[in-house]
């Protein structure tokens, strides 16, 4: 990847990438599901994930990543025994 930049920004990305995974919930409210990246990154990226629809009562974490994907957990989402869109974005800000 080359390099980037976003002016008066403040993000000097190599790899930025913007996603969405469907994570499926049982009837506690709680999931979780892998995400893998178009592209792996050259180091671990920094990751904002957030949910893409109504959903309340829930927390949302990254269980795990690497430099090619990520994990996204959901606990105690008023959505039950369905799923839950969550939005990542995803980026390697080094220059290795």
């Known amino acids: 990847m080359g390099r980037a930049s976003f002016n008066k920004g403040g993000v000097h990305a190599q790899n930025l990438q913007a996603k969405s995974v469907d994570v499926t919930v049982d009837a506690n409210g709680d999931g979780s599901a892998t995400l893998t990246f178009d ?3 050259k ?7 957030t949910i893409a629809e109504a ?3 829930e927390n949302l974490w990254i269980t795990s990543q ?5 994990s ?3 606990d105690g989402a008023s959505t039950t025994g369905d ?4 939005d990542v974005i ?3 800000d080094s220059y290795n």
């Open 90 to 92: 995803a980026f390697d």
């Open 55 to 57: 959903v309340t009562t």
């Open 83 to 86: 799923t839950i869109t969550v």
């Open 43 to 49: 180091s671990t990226p920094k990751i904002v994930a």
């Open 72 to 74: 996204v957990g959901i």
């Open 39 to 41: 592209t792996a990154m």
């Open 66 to 70: 690497t430099n090619a994907s990520c």
